[in-house]
């Protein structure tokens, strides 16, 4: 048996997964930057590490002009510079076949039959069975037409056991509120049954994502503790040190409650606050995850003022660079009142978390990159060791590290070695890089793998993607009816706008620092 501080050895996933099919896998937006730093690095490492089928093949489509050889190199300097693993000459050498590439115009019907022509030219020299994954790397104004074009040219059928197969991988945005959020799922649901359609977040590929689960329900000193009558609160907080950057013109759009917390966030949230599920059969999570959406209380009217805090970041330091104020950025309308910072008080009303909050925040240009779910334990009684209440005991937390140097940490009061019964918060620490040795897969490696396989319990189901929407939709007509013409700042390079702070003050609790 191994020692806690003896690594262990790499597998790069459970044994449980079942064997993927051989399949063809059709990038939309292959030319973009989400293919060339991720999604094709993520087929390479699957490759490196044996999980790829023998039989496969990779279809970039994009409005570049490009050849076959062309899109290898541009595929192989994304490796190159962004793969987990390093590039091998070998390796490189056998995979670079597998790699097509057709030019074209989401919104013209040709390119679909291009692409028809390409997949089963492809498939009948490579004996591929015709299983196809489609993967919609592009804005979601063009999913209609992509669904459109895939139905009209025969290559996609909406029967989910049909053999070979077709799937569809969908980027969020899924919307920009309630009503596109409907329509966009309606696009899809008319081309596609609902077992076919992957609504990729790549948060829920993360490693301690993915431990989280583990943490609750494979250890039996948290699940009999994790409720109101012994946590105090929940913060989840996805900090990002840089500001819009070349996403300027996206993010005046979007704005930080629609880019973080309706997806990454409220999943976290929801893992955190989920019912033990019966199996994890892929329905059965997400029926669980599901439930949580349910419970939460809806934020409207007066409580929109009380339970959010929105606001920009101003000229300052982040990321040991100079950052412009965020309406002084390329791209950005000067009078704008996008928020690139929000912190919001949610509440699950159900038994299990009735009166505990969670305290969601999420921004731009903070003081660091990181991502974390920490829960807060209620204090212990004031006698014995927590008696003095001028100097009261730091409560017990539990605290879920994302991001960067990915673990948990336990923190427990421990007396101090000496004469004086003197106590100190100490930190039980583990690091995922410490005890197995090796790198984590990144998250599009263990999401498309799941794509392969079948398995979409790691994805947003459509009642899901409508239910956050639907919460996240009532803050945005809250603040619609405030009419600010101006949002609270904060300094660049800080941990955001003192109304934050003000909010979870006014509950006797401070914001971690990260």
């Known amino acids: 048996m191994s020692s806690p501080t003896t690594p262990l050895a790499c597998k790069p996933v459970p044994e449980s997964v079942p064997p993927v099919e051989p399949c063809t896998l059709a990038i939309f937006g292959g030319s973009g930057d989400l293919a060339r730093r991720r999604l094709i690095p993520a087929v390479y490492n699957l490759l490196l590490d044996g999980l790829l089928p023998a039989k496969y093949a990779v279809i970039g489509l994009g409005r570049k002009p490009m ?13 190159g510079k962004h793969s987990r693993q390093a590039l091998a000459e070998d390796t490189w050498a056998t995979f670079k076949n597998h790699l097509f590439y057709i030019q074209g115009e989401n919104e013209d019907a040709q390119t679909y039959a291009t692409l028809r022509a390409k ?21 979601p104004s063009s999913f209609a037409s992509v669904c459109e074009g895939l139905a009209q040219a025969g290559l996609a059928t909406s029967a989910p056991t049909a053999s070979p197969y077709s799937r569809i991988i969908v980027e969020k945005p899924v919307g920009r509120d309630l009503g596109s959020a409907q329509q966009i799922n309606e696009v899809t649901g008319k081309v596609f049954d609902e077992s076919q359609i992957f609504r990729i977040d790549h948060y829920l590929g993360k490693e301690t994502v993915q ?27 996805v900090s990002e040190s840089e500001g819009v950057g070349t996403r300027a013109s996206y993010y005046e759009e979007a704005g930080a409650l629609r880019d973080m917390i309706q997806n990454h966030l409220l999943q976290l949230l929801c893992l955190v606050a989920m019912e033990p599920p019966y199996s994890l059969d892929p329905n059965v999570v997400r029926n669980a995850k599901m439930e949580v959406l349910r419970c939460l209380r809806p934020i409207v009217g007066k409580d929109v003022e009380q339970y959010t805090v929105r606001a920009q970041y101003a000229e300052g330091i982040a990321h040991n660079q100079p950052v412009p104020g965020y309406r002084r950025e390329k791209g950005v309308n000067p009078n704008s009142t996008t928020e690139t910072f929000v ?32 829960v807060q334990f209620k204090d212990i009684p004031q ?23 990915e673990g948990l940490s336990l923190r427990i009061i421990s007396r101090v ?41 790691r994805f947003m189901r459509r ?38 702070e003000r909010m979870i003050e006014h509950d006797g609790r401070t914001w971690r620092i990260l």
Not at 119 to 139: H, K, T
Request: hydrophobic share 40%; proline share 8%; charged share 20%.
């Open 463 to 500: 009642d899901a993607v409508e239910a956050s929407w639907d919460w996240v939709t009532k803050i945005l007509d809250g603040w619609a009816q405030q009419k600010l013409r101006w949002l609270p700042e904060y300094q660049a390079g800080t941990w955001g706008p003192v109304e934050a």
């Open 119 to 139: 997949a089963e030219e492809v498939e009948r020299a490579m004996q591929l069975p015709g299983n196809r994954i489609f993967y919609l790397s592009i804005p």
């Open 211 to 237: 431990n989280l689960m583990v943490v609750r329900f494979a250890n039996s000193i948290f699940e009999p503790i994790w409720n109101h009558k012994y946590i105090d609160h929940v913060q989840i907080t």
């Open 383 to 405: 006698i014995l060791f927590n008696a003095n209440p001028s100097t009261p005991q730091p409560a017990n937390v539990l605290t879920l590290r994302i991001q960067p140097d």
């Open 417 to 457: 070695p000496g004469t004086r019964a003197q106590t100190h918060p100490v930190e039980m620490d583990f690091q995922y890089s410490d005890v197995f040795g090796c790198p984590s897969p990144e998250a599009y490696e263990r999401l498309l793998l799941d794509v392969m396989a079948g398995d979409a319990s």
């Open 67 to 79: 050849t076959d050889d062309e899109f290898r190199n541009l595929v192989k300097e994304g490796i």
């Open 343 to 374: 912190a919001v008080k949610a509440f699950v009303e159900n038994w299990r978390w009735s009166g505990v909050p969670f305290y969601l925040r999420t921004g731009k240009a903070l003081p660091k990159r990181a991502s974390e779910v920490a």
